[in-house]
């Protein structure tokens, strides 16, 4: 009976347990391939997102070349000009080489102008971005055509001046606005600018950093030298920028060099590589010794790094990048803030004070530009990983102690102590390239072959 009842039900309960299994089967097929679309979904907007939000100012060369063609279209239209404007538009004298990067709306590009490497920067990608100049604004509400031939070049003096100082924190009359530094210039063209020019001019004097460095280039070596422009893009000198991942921050195999010709005409001898980080960090101190006492207000760099260095053929340290470059004035502005404690008062590599009692940040820097060179680029040239077996050397030694000392003393506030550090530092690496000197001219001595005088060869 039991067998007969199983025989009986066997094929239909069969039947039914397949039917079920298939359709569990098929709604969790279903419900796989809903979540697997789901998530691709999910990922496919997050890309996007990703995208448009980090990568929209990727640098490329195709756009690249279209925003330097565009700046030779507004140029062909009159709209703007420069003394780059026409080898780049029209003598094809600037030759594009790469897109370097895009930071903010900051464009940086690698090109060669006339065979010598140049970098073209500008602060924003359209010529149209920048403030137009009050002036013609006011030219074409009032004046119309021809109204422009009354700027004199008094004119564009004042209005530039007036921006320098807005830029740069300078009060006017010091040695570092743009009076003593335009006005010759004008007086020598001894003609009106036109609006190409006045425009054009006024689009550059918005960038704080081509401010900086055409103020400063005649006044110290150490930055990057403007050699022209176009519109709204400026032209720098192509340096050998520092990294750091290279433990000797910069590519010194780029700057072997050799030292100038004596004055009796024998030919100075090859920098070796022994000499090279020594001499470069000289050049650091004389930097921080121009910028802390030969202008009218201190200048203060906070944000020290190798990327934002750079080193010439004749190992001349140069401040490449110089967006976070401040005169004290302008610096006293951005430390006073509001604070509950010290760390709210850190501005990058300038960092001051909290009163508490007043929950105000001090207009004084703590630091300075020395302790700050010391302890991000001087620690790792002069570490005893990096030196290997010459970090037992005395000298070495004592100016591994200089640098930690230096590294670890503020020293802002104190000018005569960051001063004496600085003469310490200097001492020790005069020394230590005498040394290596001595040395490299005893093992040549060493190493020259030695006659035997024969009747043969007297």
């Known amino acids: 009976?039991?067998?007969a009842a199983r025989r009986a039900a066997g094929p239909g309960g069969a039947g039914c347990a397949l039917r079920w299994l298939r359709a569990r089967v098929c709604r969790r097929g279903a419900l796989l391939l809903a979540l697997l679309w789901l998530l691709t979904w999910v990922f496919l907007s997050g890309l996007l997102f990703?995208?448009?939000?980090?990568?929209?100012?990727?640098?490329?060369?195709?756009?690249s070349r279209r925003i330097l063609q565009r700046v030779c279209d507004e140029y062909q239209q009159g709209v703007l000009t420069g003394d780059l404007c026409d080898d780049l538009c029209v003598g094809g004298h600037v030759e594009y080489k790469r897109c370097l990067y895009y930071e903010n709306g900051k464009k940086v590009i690698a090109a060669n102008w006339r065979g010598v490497?140049?970098?073209l920067k500008s602060k924003l990608e359209n010529f149209s971005s920048y403030e137009a100049l009050a002036l013609l604004e006011?030219?074409?509400?009032?004046?119309?055509?021809?109204?422009?031939e009354e700027l004199s070049p008094l004119d564009v003096v004042f209005y530039a001046t007036l921006e320098i100082k807005n830029s740069l924190g300078l009060e006017v009359g010091t040695n570092l606005t743009l009076p003593r530094f335009w006005s010759q210039r004008l007086r020598e063209r001894g003609q009106v600018y036109s609006r190409a020019e006045l425009a054009s001019l006024w689009a550059l004097l918005q960038q704080e950093e081509y401010t900086f460095l055409r103020v400063m280039q005649d006044l110290t070596d150490h930055v990057a030298k403007v050699?022209?422009?176009?519109?709204?893009?400026?032209?720098v000198e192509y340096l050998a920028a520092g990294h750091a991942w290279d433990q000797n921050i910069f590519p010194l195999e780029e700057v072997s060099v050799s030292r100038p010709q004596s004055s009796e005409g024998r030919t100075g001898r090859t920098v070796s590589g022994t000499d090279?980080?020594?001499?470069?960090?000289l050049s650091f101190l004389d930097m921080v010794g121009h910028f802390e006492n030969d202008f009218s207000h201190h200048l203060h760099l906070c944000d020290i790094k190798p990327e934002n260095f750079a080193i010439r053929k004749d190992l001349t340290v140069a401040a490449i990048d110089v967006d976070m470059a401040f005169f004290e004035p302008k610096m006293q502005d951005i430390l006073e803030q509001n604070c509950t404690n010290d760390n709210d008062c850190n501005f990058f590599d300038c960092i001051s004070k909290c009163d508490t009692r007043r929950n105000k940040c001090g207009s004084k820097r703590k630091n300075s530009n020395l302790q700050v060179i010391c302890e991000k680029i001087f620690r790792s040239w002069f570490s005893p990983t990096l030196l290997g077996d010459k970090a037992e050397?005395?000298?070495q030694v004592a100016l591994q102690q200089a640098v930690q000392d230096c590294a670890e003393t503020e020293g802002g506030e104190d000018a005569e102590h960051s001063r004496a550090i600085r003469l310490r530092l200097h001492g020790l690496l005069t020394q230590l390239i005498q040394e290596d000197s001595a040395n490299q001219q005893s093992q040549k001595q060493a190493h020259k072959p030695h006659h035997v005088h024969t009747s043969l060869n007297f």
């Open 227 to 235: 050699l022209g422009s176009c519109g709204h893009f400026y032209a």
């Open 50 to 63: 990703v995208h448009r939000s980090m990568f929209s100012d990727f640098c490329t060369d195709d756009k």
């Open 276 to 281: 090279t980080v020594p001499r470069v960090a």
């Open 138 to 148: 006011y030219q074409d509400a009032v004046g119309g055509a021809g109204v422009e």
């Open 1 to 3: 009976m039991r067998q």
């Open 393 to 395: 050397r005395p000298l």
């Open 117 to 119: 490497p140049i970098v």
